[in-house]
């Protein structure tokens, strides 16, 4: 777990920190030796650490067992030791065993928190803080309900990353086959004139000359055919990338709402919007966390205007679509429709997530795909 998602967590727990009120007002209230207040503060601020130490491993695996018991300890003895004021502390003992402990040992140890707490508080008359014990109970329902969220929604993202790795890798496969079954044939038929050509060439150099053209014509055509596949590999289309999109997106457990008409298109603001669709996926898929993406496509006989949304953290402060070679993310996205003389904008959306607008002319205007 990396340091910022640690702090993410802890800070999430400060506003539980409220219950720590009581114990702070009986230290500076109370009449007591000055040695036990001391004592009181120090054991009230290591047990406010290992509980932020705790509530920081929210949601994972490793629980913080040993931690644990040092602030059940602490908690504890500082209840016993200083009265109702404290029973308080029980609270975060609920919390840190929902998020900390195995699930069978979880209600075993705040239903003894929970005992504790009351005792306390009945021991030393404080009836006023009955609330106490069951706030002990809903505090470990409610740790333990978000635990469960923050683990399947870790889960969920896992999954949207092996689904792009995924795709990406099958994109490599099916180019790399292509290849070879464009390349396998000629550059055989170039390795065997070569060879005759070779062996030829001392005892008849006009066949050895013939052969050779041979070899020319064919290492010509294998150019030509490894152009047109690599032309056609990078070339798409506004609907070929909607489809694309609503198959990644979807099989992502992202809900995808699509235009009902995809307009036709000249092929420069076809492709190059296509590129829009299929980048914007791609950065959903890796690094927004959206749950929705809309796509609208609209065009008026003069531009099209393509918009992507999403609901994600695209928009969030030091978030931003990553890319900036040519070719890819927004850097290469500005060429292509900077190309046909459009334009294109990027940012946080009027109700957050990401929002990508392209904007291209239908006329006067092509597009290196």
């Given at each position: 777990?990396?340091?910022?998602?640690?702090?993410?967590?802890?800070?999430?727990?400060?506003?539980?920190?409220?219950?720590?009120?009581?114990?702070?007002?009986?230290?500076?209230?109370?009449?007591?030796?000055?040695?036990?207040?001391?004592?009181?503060?120090?054991?009230?601020?290591?047990?406010?650490?290992?509980?932020?130490?705790?509530?920081?491993?929210?949601?994972?695996?490793r629980?913080?067992?040993?931690?644990?018991v040092?602030?059940?300890?602490?908690?504890?003895?500082?209840?016993?030791?200083?009265?109702?004021?404290?029973?308080?502390?029980?609270?975060?003992?609920?919390?840190?065993?929902?998020?900390?402990?195995?699930?069978?040992?979880?209600?075993?140890?705040?239903?003894?928190?929970?005992?504790?707490?009351?005792?306390?508080i009945l021991?030393?008359?404080?009836?006023?803080?009955?609330?106490?014990?069951?706030?002990?109970?809903?505090?470990?329902?409610?740790?333990?309900?978000?635990?469960?969220?923050?683990?399947?929604?870790?889960?969920?993202?896992?999954?949207?990353?092996?689904?792009?790795?995924?795709?990406?890798?099958?994109?490599?496969?099916?180019?790399?086959?292509?290849?070879?079954?464009?390349?396998?044939?000629?550059?055989?038929?170039?390795a065997?004139k070569?060879?005759?050509?070779?062996?030829?060439?001392?005892?008849?150099?006009?066949?050895?000359?013939?052969?050779?053209?041979?070899?020319?014509?064919?290492?010509?055509?294998?150019?030509?055919?490894?152009?047109?596949?690599?032309?056609?590999?990078?070339?798409?289309?506004?609907?070929?990338?909607?489809?694309?999109?609503r198959?990644?997106?979807?099989?992502?457990?992202?809900?995808?709402?699509?235009?009902?008409?995809?307009?036709?298109?000249?092929?420069?603001?076809?492709?190059?919007?296509?590129?829009v669709?299929?980048?914007?996926?791609?950065?959903?898929?890796?690094?927004?966390?959206?749950?929705?993406?809309?796509?609208?496509?609209?065009?008026?006989?003069?531009?099209?205007?393509?918009?992507?949304?999403?609901?994600?953290?695209?928009?969030?402060?030091?978030?931003?679509?990553?890319?900036?070679?040519s070719?890819?993310?927004?850097?290469?996205?500005?060429?292509?429709?900077?190309?046909?003389?459009?334009?294109?904008?990027?940012?946080?959306?009027?109700?957050?997530?990401?929002?990508?607008?392209?904007?291209?002319?239908?006329?006067?205007?092509t597009?290196?795909?």
């Amino acid at each position: 777990m990396d340091r910022s998602s640690w702090w993410g967590q802890a800070i999430w727990a400060v506003p539980w920190l409220l219950f720590q009120y009581f114990p702070i007002s009986d230290l500076v209230t109370a009449d007591r030796p000055v040695a036990a207040r001391w004592v009181g503060a120090v054991g009230l601020l290591a047990f406010t650490l290992v509980y932020l130490r705790v509530i920081g491993q929210l949601g994972r695996p490793r629980a913080l067992r040993a931690d644990f018991v040092l602030m059940t300890g602490l908690a504890t003895a500082l209840a016993v030791g200083f009265g109702a004021n404290w029973s308080g502390l029980m609270v975060y003992v609920s919390a840190a065993a929902a998020a900390a402990l195995p699930w069978r040992w979880v209600w075993p140890a705040v239903v003894a928190a929970a005992l504790l707490c009351l005792a306390v508080i009945l021991a030393d008359e404080g009836s006023g803080l009955l609330f106490l014990p069951p706030i002990c109970l809903l505090t470990a329902f409610a740790i333990r309900g978000t635990g469960y969220l923050m683990t399947v929604n870790r889960e969920l993202q896992e999954a949207r990353e092996e689904l792009a790795r995924h795709a990406v890798a099958e994109e490599r496969l099916r180019f790399a086959r292509d290849l070879h079954d464009l390349l396998g044939h000629s550059l055989s038929l170039i390795a065997l004139k070569s060879e005759l050509a070779r062996r030829l060439a001392a005892v008849d150099p006009a066949r050895a000359g013939a052969e050779m053209a041979d070899v020319e014509d064919a290492a010509r055509r294998a150019l030509a055919e490894v152009r047109e596949a690599v032309s056609g590999y990078r070339q798409v289309t506004v609907g070929q990338a909607l489809a694309e999109a609503r198959a990644a997106l979807t099989g992502a457990g992202i809900t995808v709402r699509l235009p009902e008409r995809v307009p036709v298109l000249p092929v420069g603001p076809d492709a190059a919007l296509g590129w829009v669709v299929r980048e914007a996926t791609t950065n959903v898929l890796r690094h927004s966390g959206a749950g929705q993406v809309t796509v609208e496509l609209t065009e008026d006989g003069e531009r099209a205007v393509l918009t992507v949304t999403d609901d994600g953290c695209g928009g969030a402060p030091g978030v931003t679509m990553r890319g900036t070679t040519s070719g890819s993310g927004l850097a290469g996205l500005r060429e292509r429709v900077g190309a046909l003389g459009g334009e294109l904008a990027a940012g946080p959306g009027d109700r957050g997530g990401y929002r990508l607008r392209a904007s291209v002319p239908l006329t006067s205007a092509t597009v290196d795909a």
